[in-house]
C-alpha cells in the first residue's frame, strides 16, 4: 500500500527531552509516521507523552526543552529550525487538537476568526475569505447552524462542540499531520465516539496522518495502524495494532491491556500494575519498568535489566520489543 | 444590560442621597454658622450685625428643623442647584462643571499616556518574567510610586521652564501647558498599570489558548498581539477607572503647583477659604461621577470579555 | 538567641529586594529615632548670618533661607510624617482586616452593603478626605490621622474578605470542620497564618503613599503647622530658594523618596515570599 522510501510524515530519531540539564523526562524516542496513517502513542499519565507531542512542533514550555536528537516533518527539520520556517510548517503542514478543547479557544474572540486563523496565515486568504471558508469547514466538522457558531463565543459551546471546533483551526491550513493529544479524554463517552468518527472520516478524505496520544487502549483498536507504548519516557513496544493487542511482547504492554476493562469485560478480577510510575527526577539503573515488572528474569538478583537499559528485540515484522526478555 | 444599568442607578441615587446628607451636615459639624457665614463672605466687615444675620437665617430657611432644611437643599441639589460660592459669588454648578472639565483633560491625558507606555512595557516584563528586563522594570516602577509629585514639579519646572525656557512653568492655555502637568501625573499610575499588566500577561502567557494559536502558525508576538492582549487588558482598564475616578480631584498637588483650575484647585482653595457650598457640591460631584466611570468600566469589561454577562458575575 | 538566629536566617532566605528595603529602611529609622543625638543643631534655632549657606563646617548640610541647620530640620522633619503615616497603617490594617475577615465569616446582606461602601470609598483620593475633615474640623495630627484612616481600610477589607472567603472554602478547613474544630481553632490555626503575609506586604506597599500624601497636605500648608515641620513643608519653603540652594529642594525630596522606596522594597519582597510560599502550599507549579 506504502511505498517504504517515501519521505514519512514524520520522523523522530534518538530525541531526548529534559528540565534544564538534568532531568530527563523523553529519552531515546524514535518515531516514524508514513502518510495517511495513524499511529497511536499509548502509555500512562506521567509517561511522556504529551511532552513528545509538543517537542515535535517546538513548543515546549520552558525549562522542559529538547537536548539531543532530531525531529523532521515531511523531510524538513524542525530541531534548530529559525522560527520562520516552524511558523511556517505550525498549521500549516501539521496541526494540533489538545485535551481540554475549552480552554483551547480565545474567550474573547469569536470562532470562526480562530477556524480561520491558518488560512490567513498561511494561505493569504483575506479577513471575510477566511470567515466564509472557517464557516464551511465548521459544518464539515459537523457544527448545526455554523454560520451562526461561527459568530459565537468558547464559553457558549459544549466540549465536543469546541473540539469540533478545535479540529477545525487545525485542519483549516490543510495539514499532512494531525497531532491529536489525547483529544477525547475530557468528553462525554457519546461525544468521544463522534469525535474518534470524526477524525477517522477527516484521515480518509484528506489522506492525513494522525499522531494519536492516549492512555485509553479502547480508543487504539478501533482508530490506529500502528501502536508505541511508552513508559516512564521511553518507548518499550512498538507494532501494529493486531500484534500489539493480540500478542503484546513486553510485559508492560501486557499488564495495560491485562488492566484494560475490555479485556476483562467478561468478569473476573482486573489486574494492576503494582507500584507507581517513576518520576522523572527518579534514576532507576537499567530497564525502567524492571522494579514492577513481573517477568521472572526481572526478579532474579543481579539480573541485567537492573544493570543494563534493554536494546531493542524484532520479534516480527515491524514489531520491536525493549525488553531483555523478548526472544526474536 | 438594562436591569444592571438600572441597579447602578439606583446605587447612585441612594449613595448621592446619603453623600449630601453628609455635605449637609458640613457646617454643622464644623461649628460654622452659614448664615454668618455668608454675610462675612460679601462684607469685609468683622463686627457683625446681629439683626442682619436673623433676618438672613429666616431668608434662607435656617430657622428651621433640620431635616426640612435638608430636603429643601436635597430637592435644590437634584435640579443642579448647588448654591452660590461664598468667595466668587457664582453659581458652585458652573464653577464644577468647568473644573471637571480641566481635571478630566489633565487626568485622561495623563493616564492614556500612561496606558500607552505600561502595555507594551508590561507586557515585555511578562514576557521576561525573572530576567533582568523584568526586574529593572519592577524597581523603576517602585521608584516611580516613591517619588512626591510636589518634588517632582517644582524640579521639572526648574530644569525645563526655568533654565531651559522649552515649556511654561504654570497656567492653562493650551497643549504646552499639559506637557508637564501630565507629565508629573502619569507617573504613578504608569507604575501600577505596568505592574498589572505585566500580572496579568503573565497569566495569558501560560493560557492554553496561546498554546493553541502557536500550533496553527503564529509567532509569540503574534499570538500575543491577537489573543494575549484584549484577555491581558482588561484587569488594566479597571485599575484605569479607579485612577480616572481618583484623579478627577484627586490631583489637588499638581493642579495648585501648576495654577491650573482643575477640580483639585477648586477644593483646595474652598478649604482655604472655607467656601461651604463649594465644598459640599464637589464632595457631590465627585462622588457622583466615581460611580458612573465605575459603572462605565464594568459595561465597557463586558464588551471586551463576552465571557461576562454584565451582572458583574462570569459564566 | 535562637529566636534572634532563626530571624536572621529568615530575613536571608528573602528577595535582595526585601533586604535592600530592609537596611535603608533600618537606617532612616534609626537616623529618626536618635535625631536628637545625629545632629548637633537645633532644628528651630534661627542664625540670619548663614542664610543659604551650603553644606561645610559642622552644618554638614548646610542652612536654609532662616539659617537654621539642613541636617537638623531633615531628621526631625521625618518624625512627624513617618509617625503618622506608619500609625494610619496600623489603625487601617487592624480595622480593615476586621472588617474584611468579619464580612467573608458572615456573607449575606452586611457583606454586600459593607463590600458596597468599599467599592464607593476605594476610590475616593485620600488627599480630597484630608482637605475635607480639615476644612471641618481644621489641620492637626489627629485630622490626618482620622482622614487617611477613613479611606485606608477599605483595601485591607477587601484583601482580608478575598482571603476569608478563599480559605474557608478550601478542602482542608472543611476537613477541619468535618472533623469538628471549633472556628476560633480554625481562625488561629488556618486563616490568620495564611493571611499574616499578604496582609503584611500590603501593609508595607501602601506605606510610601501614605508618607507622599502626608508631606504633600503639609506642602500645601494644611498638615504640620509651623513653628514644627516636615519634609513636604520644607519643600514648600524652599521653593522660592530653588535657584540659589538647591540641596533645599533635593535633601527633603530625596529622604521622602528613599524612605518611601525602601519601605516600598520590603513591600514587594513579602509580597514574592506570600506568594511563594502560597504556591508551595497550593502546590501550583
Known sequence: MISPDETPCLKVENLDISIGDTIAVARGINLEIRRGETVALVGESGSGKTVTALSLIDLLPPPLRVTRGTVSICGQKITDATPDVLNRIRGNRVGMIFQQPSSMLDPSCRVGRQVGEALRLHKRASRGEAFERAIELLREVGIPEAGRRARSFAHQLSGGMAQRVMIAAALSGDPDLLIADEPTTALDVTVQAQILGLLERERKQRTLSILLITHDLSIVSAMADRVVVMYAGSIVEEGPVAAIMQAPQHPYTKALIDCSLMRKAGGGDLESIPGTIPSPAQSIPGCRFHPRCPHALARREGSVCASDEPTATRTAEGHLVHCWAAEP | ?315 | ?285
Open chain 2, 1 to 315: 444590560m438594562e436591569r444592571f444599568l438600572l441597579k447602578r442607578a439606583i446605587v447612585l441615587v441612594v449613595t448621592l442621597t446619603l453623600v449630601s446628607f453628609l455635605a449637609f451636615l458640613v457646617p454643622w459639624l464644623g461649628d460654622t454658622d452659614p448664615a454668618r457665614a455668608i454675610i462675612r463672605s460679601r462684607v469685609a466687615d468683622l463686627a457683625l450685625d446681629s439683626a442682619a444675620v436673623e433676618a438672613l437665617r429666616i431668608r434662607l430657611g435656617l430657622d428651621q428643623p433640620l431635616l426640612h432644611q435638608f430636603f429643601a437643599w436635597l430637592g435644590r441639589v437634584f435640579q443642579g442647584d448647588l448654591g452660590l460660592s461664598f468667595t466668587s459669588r457664582l453659581p458652585v454648578a458652573d464653577q464644577i462643571l468647568r473644573a471637571i472639565g480641566v481635571s478630566a483633560t489633565l487626568a485622561l491625558s495623563a493616564l492614556l499616556l500612561a496606558l500607552a507606555i505600561a502595555l507594551p512595557v508590561g507586557t515585555l516584563a511578562a514576557v521576561h518574567q525573572g530576567r533582568r528586563f523584568d526586574g529593572i522594570v519592577t524597581f523603576i516602577a517602585q521608584g516611580f510610586v516613591s517619588i512626591p509629585e510636589y518634588w517632582l514639579a517644582p524640579v521639572l519646572v526648574l530644569l525645563f521652564a526655568v533654565e531651559l525656557g522649552w515649556l511654561p512653568s504654570a497656567g492653562w492655555s493650551g497643549f504646552e501647558t499639559l506637557i508637564l502637568p501630565a507629565a508629573v501625573l502619569c507617573l504613578r499610575p504608569l507604575a501600577y498599570f505596568s505592574q498589572v499588566m505585566r500580572a496579568s500577561m503573565i497569566d495569558v502567557l501560560h493560557a492554553n489558548y496561546i498554546l493553541a494559536a502557536r500550533s496553527r502558525g503564529l509567532g509569540l508576538a503574534g499570538a500575543l498581539v491577537r489573543h494575549g492582549l484584549r484577555n491581558g487588558i482588561q484587569p488594566v482598564l479597571t485599575v484605569f477607572a479607579l485612577w480616572l475616578a481618583g484623579l478627577l480631584g484627586g490631583s489637588v498637588v499638581v493642579e495648585v503647583i501648576f495654577a491650573i483650575p482643575g477640580m483639585g484647585r477648586l477644593i483646595y482653595s474652598a478649604v482655604i477659604n472655607n467656601d461651604m457650598p463649594m465644598l459640599q457640591g464637589s464632595i457631590i460631584c465627585i462622588v457622583g461621577l466615581a460611580i458612573i466611570i465605575n459603572t462605565a468600566a464594568d459595561v465597557l469589561y463586558g464588551v471586551l470579555n463576552p465571557t461576562v454577562t454584565v451582572s458583574g458575575d462570569a459564566r
Open chain 3, 1 to 285: 538567641m535562637t529566636m534572634v538566629t532563626r530571624t536572621v536566617r529568615w530575613i536571608m532566605r528573602q528577595h535582595w529586594t526585601f533586604i535592600a528595603g530592609l537596611l535603608s529602611g533600618t537606617i532612616v529609622a534609626l537616623l529618626l529615632i536618635t535625631a536628637p543625638v545625629m545632629s548637633l543643631h537645633d532644628p528651630v534655632a534661627q542664625d540670619l548670618s548663614m542664610r543659604l549657606q551650603g553644606p561645610g563646617g559642622d552644618h554638614w548640610l548646610g542652612n536654609d533661607q532662616l539659617g537654621r541647620d539642613l541636617w537638623a530640620r531633615l531628621l526631625y522633619g521625618g518624625r512627624f510624617s513617618v509617625v503618622v503615616a506608619a500609625l494610619t497603617l496600623v489603625l487601617s490594617v487592624t480595622i480593615g482586616t476586621l472588617i474584611g475577615a468579619w464580612c467573608g465569616r458572615v456573607g449575606g446582606a452586611i457583606d454586600e452593603f459593607v463590600m458596597r461602601v468599599v467599592d464607593v470609598l476605594i476610590s475616593f483620593p485620600e488627599i480630597i478626605v484630608a482637605l475635607f475633615l480639615i476644612a471641618i474640623i481644621g489641620p492637626g495630627f489627629g485630622t490626618l490621622v482620622l482622614a487617611l484612616t477613613l479611606v485606608g481600610w477599605t483595601p485591607f477589607a477587601r484583601l482580608a474578605r478575598g482571603i476569608a472567603l478563599d480559605i474557608s472554602a478550601r478542602d482542608y478547613i472543611v476537613a477541619a470542620e468535618v472533623l469538628g474544630c471549633t472556628r476560633t481553632f480554625i481562625l488561629l490555626r488556618h486563616v490568620i497564618p495564611n493571611a499574616l503575609r499578604p496582609i503584611s506586604a500590603m501593609t508595607f506597599l501602601r506605606f510610601g503613599h501614605k508618607l507622599i500624601t502626608v508631606g504633600a497636605l503639609s506642602y500645601l500648608g494644611l498638615g504640620i503647622q509651623p513653628p514644627d515641620s516636615d519634609w513636604g513643608a520644607m519643600l514648600a519653603d524652599a521653593r522660592q530658594f530653588a535657584v540659589r540652594q538647591p540641596l533645599l529642594v533635593f535633601a527633603p525630596g530625596i529622604a521622602i523618596m528613599v524612605t518611601a522606596l525602601s519601605v516600598t522594597l520590603m513591600g514587594q519582597g513579602l509580597e514574592i515570599d506570600a506568594d511563594r510560599s502560597r504556591r508551595l502550599r497550593t502546590g501550583e507549579s
